[in-house]
C-alpha cells in the first residue's frame, strides 16, 4: 500500500511540476510598438504611430479627445490567457507627455487586471508626467503588492481577459501622451542581481546586440546602466567580473558589458537611454564615434573601468557581450518580504518541528499546493 502511494504521489509531484512548466512556458510578453500600433484600443482618445522618437524607435501616440472623460488604453488578445507564469515577475510601461493644458489628476498609471469575475486594480505611477523623456512606470506582479490573496491573485492571473491603463493625466481635451514598451515578465527572476546605493544590478541572461541587451532590461523594469560617477564605475568593474562576449571566454580584451550610453543620431549627441544628463564618462582614447553604443570594460581586462564603442560588438553575433541591468530596488518585491515568504512556508510544512521536511511531509505539502489534498484546520 505503501509502494502505491508513493507512485501515487511521484505522479502527483510530476503533474504539478509539469502544469508549472507550462504556465511559465513564455518568459516575456512584450508591445514595443516599433512597426504599429499592434491592435492596443483606447476609448476616449485616438491612438496613432509613430516609427520615431520612442524608446528607442517606434512608439504610439494618444490623444485626449473628450474633455473631463478618462483615456482607457487596452492591452490586446496577446496579453490575456493563462498569466500564472508570470507570478512574482514584473509589469511595466514607459509614458511620456508631449502635449497638455489642464490640472493633473491622480489617477494616471493604474492598471486593471480582470478575469472577468474579478479584478485587481495598482496605480504604478507614482511620479508626474514628464516631459523630458520616457520614464518607465512598473510593478511587482505579486499578490502582496496587489493587495490580494495569494488564491486570489492566482485566480485571476489564471485566465486573464483585459488589461486596461488609464492613460489621462491632465483634465482638458488637448492632451497627448507618448506610450512605449509595455512588458510583462518573469525572465529577471534568476539572475544573480548585485545592491548599490539604492539601485539592483544583473547582468543580462542572454548575449546580443546593444539594442537587445536594452530591451531585456526593460522586461526586468529596468535600462542599461547608467553611471553617474567614478565611484559607480569601479564598483560595476569589481562587481561584475570575468564575462566576456560570446565566441572569446577567458579573453580579457573581451571582457566587457554593454552600458546605456549611446549615440543620438537624431540630436547627433552621445546620451543615456534613461535620459538621465551625462555628467560623468570614462572613454577610452580609441573611443570609436561609430560604434553609437557604449560598453565598459571590466575585470579582468587590462583596460578595466574605462568605455568604447567599437561597432565589431554590435554588429557581429560572436562578438556580443551581455549587458549590465540597472533598476530601482522599489521596482521589486522586497528580499526581506520574500525571505520571511519562504521561511514562513518552511515553518508551515515543517509538522515534526525538527527544522527538516521529510519525504512524506514534502508530499503532503505538494499534494495540497496542486490542490489534490485539502490542508487540514484545527477544530
Given at each position: 500500500?505503501?509502494?502505491?502511494?508513493m507512485?501515487v504521489?511521484?505522479?502527483?509531484?510530476t503533474?504539478?511540476?509539469?502544469?508549472q512548466l507550462?504556465?511559465h512556458a513564455?518568459?516575456?510578453l512584450?508591445?514595443d510598438?516599433?512597426?504599429?500600433?499592434?491592435?492596443?484600443?483606447?476609448?476616449?482618445g485616438?491612438?496613432?504611430h509613430?516609427?520615431?522618437?520612442?524608446n528607442?524607435?517606434?512608439?504610439?501616440?494618444l490623444?485626449d479627445?473628450?474633455?473631463?472623460?478618462?483615456?482607457?488604453?487596452s492591452?490586446?488578445?496577446?496579453?490575456?490567457g493563462?498569466?500564472?507564469?508570470?507570478?512574482?515577475?514584473?509589469?511595466?510601461?514607459?509614458?511620456k507627455?508631449?502635449?497638455?493644458?489642464g490640472?493633473?489628476?491622480?489617477?494616471?498609471?493604474?492598471?486593471?487586471?480582470?478575469n472577468?469575475?474579478?479584478k485587481a486594480?495598482?496605480d504604478?505611477?507614482?511620479?508626474?508626467?514628464?516631459?523630458?523623456?520616457?520614464?518607465?512606470?512598473s510593478?511587482?506582479l505579486?499578490?502582496?503588492?496587489?493587495?490580494?490573496?495569494?488564491?486570489?491573485?492566482?485566480?485571476?492571473?489564471?485566465n486573464v481577459t483585459?488589461?486596461?491603463?488609464?492613460?489621462?493625466g491632465?483634465?482638458?481635451?488637448?492632451?497627448?501622451i507618448?506610450?512605449?514598451?509595455?512588458i510583462i515578465?518573469?525572465?529577471?527572476?534568476?539572475?544573480?542581481?548585485?545592491?548599490?546605493?539604492g539601485?539592483?544590478?544583473?547582468l543580462?541572461?542572454n548575449?546580443?546586440?546593444?539594442?537587445e541587451?536594452?530591451?531585456?532590461?526593460?522586461s526586468?523594469?529596468?535600462?542599461?546602466?547608467?553611471?553617474?560617477?567614478?565611484?559607480?564605475?569601479n564598483?560595476?568593474?569589481?562587481?561584475?567580473?570575468?564575462?566576456?562576449s560570446?565566441?572569446n571566454?577567458?579573453?580579457?580584451?573581451?571582457?566587457i558589458?554593454?552600458?546605456?550610453?549611446y549615440?543620438?543620431?537624431?540630436s547627433?549627441?552621445?546620451?543615456?537611454?534613461?535620459?538621465?544628463?551625462?555628467?560623468y564618462?570614462n572613454?577610452?582614447?580609441l573611443?570609436?564615434?561609430?560604434?553609437?553604443f557604449?560598453?565598459?570594460?571590466?575585470?579582468?581586462?587590462?583596460?578595466?573601468?574605462?568605455?568604447?564603442?567599437?561597432?565589431?560588438?554590435?554588429?557581429?553575433?560572436?562578438?556580443?557581450?551581455?549587458?549590465?541591468?540597472?533598476r530601482?530596488?522599489s521596482?521589486?518585491?522586497?528580499?526581506?518580504?520574500?525571505?520571511?515568504?519562504?521561511k514562513?512556508e518552511?515553518q508551515?510544512?515543517?509538522v515534526?518541528?525538527?527544522?527538516?521536511?521529510?519525504?512524506?511531509e514534502?508530499?503532503?505539502?505538494?499534494?495540497?499546493?496542486?490542490?489534490?489534498?485539502k490542508?487540514?484546520?484545527?477544530d
Amino acid at each position: 500500500m505503501k509502494i502505491i502511494l508513493m507512485i501515487v504521489s511521484i505522479l502527483t509531484l510530476t503533474i504539478f511540476f509539469y502544469s508549472q512548466l507550462l504556465s511559465h512556458a513564455s518568459s516575456i510578453l512584450i508591445s514595443d510598438f516599433n512597426v504599429n500600433d499592434e491592435n492596443w484600443s483606447i476609448v476616449g482618445g485616438l491612438i496613432t504611430h509613430s516609427l520615431k522618437n520612442g524608446n528607442p524607435n517606434g512608439y504610439i501616440i494618444l490623444k485626449d479627445t473628450k474633455a473631463n472623460h478618462e483615456m482607457l488604453l487596452s492591452a490586446p488578445e496577446t496579453f490575456h490567457g493563462d498569466l500564472s507564469g508570470f507570478i512574482g515577475g514584473n509589469i511595466s510601461f514607459d509614458a511620456k507627455l508631449l502635449f497638455k493644458t489642464g490640472s493633473e489628476v491622480l489617477n494616471f498609471g493604474t492598471i486593471e487586471i480582470s478575469n472577468g469575475n474579478n479584478k485587481a486594480n495598482l496605480d504604478i505611477a507614482d511620479t508626474a508626467l514628464s516631459r523630458d523623456r520616457f520614464f518607465r512606470y512598473s510593478a511587482s506582479l505579486s499578490a502582496i503588492e496587489w493587495n490580494l490573496s495569494e488564491e486570489e491573485w492566482r485566480e485571476i492571473l489564471s485566465n486573464v481577459t483585459s488589461i486596461n491603463i488609464v492613460i489621462e493625466g491632465f483634465t482638458l481635451v488637448t492632451e497627448e501622451i507618448g506610450f512605449d514598451n509595455f512588458i510583462i515578465s518573469n525572465r529577471c527572476n534568476d539572475l544573480e542581481w548585485h545592491e548599490y546605493n539604492g539601485k539592483e544590478y544583473a547582468l543580462t541572461e542572454n548575449f546580443g546586440s546593444w539594442q537587445e541587451a536594452q530591451t531585456e532590461a526593460n522586461s526586468c523594469g529596468g535600462n542599461l546602466v547608467t553611471i553617474n560617477d567614478i565611484e559607480e564605475n569601479n564598483w560595476l568593474t569589481q562587481s561584475f567580473t570575468n564575462t566576456f562576449s560570446r565566441a572569446n571566454p577567458g579573453n580579457e580584451n573581451h571582457s566587457i558589458a554593454w552600458i546605456g550610453y549611446y549615440y543620438n543620431t537624431q540630436s547627433e549627441t552621445w546620451e543615456w537611454v534613461n535620459g538621465e544628463p551625462v555628467t560623468y564618462t570614462n572613454s577610452h582614447e580609441l573611443f570609436s564615434q561609430e560604434g553609437k553604443f557604449a560598453y565598459l570594460y571590466l575585470n579582468p581586462s587590462s583596460f578595466k573601468n574605462l568605455w568604447n564603442a567599437n561597432p565589431t560588438h554590435n554588429n557581429n553575433s560572436d562578438d556580443n557581450p551581455k549587458g549590465i541591468i540597472e533598476r530601482t530596488i522599489s521596482e521589486c518585491i522586497s528580499k526581506d518580504i520574500f525571505y520571511q515568504a519562504i521561511k514562513a512556508e518552511r515553518q508551515k510544512w515543517d509538522v515534526n518541528n525538527d527544522n527538516l521536511i521529510g519525504l512524506e511531509e514534502a508530499i503532503n505539502a505538494l499534494q495540497i499546493t496542486s490542490g489534490l489534498k485539502k490542508e487540514s484546520t484545527a477544530d
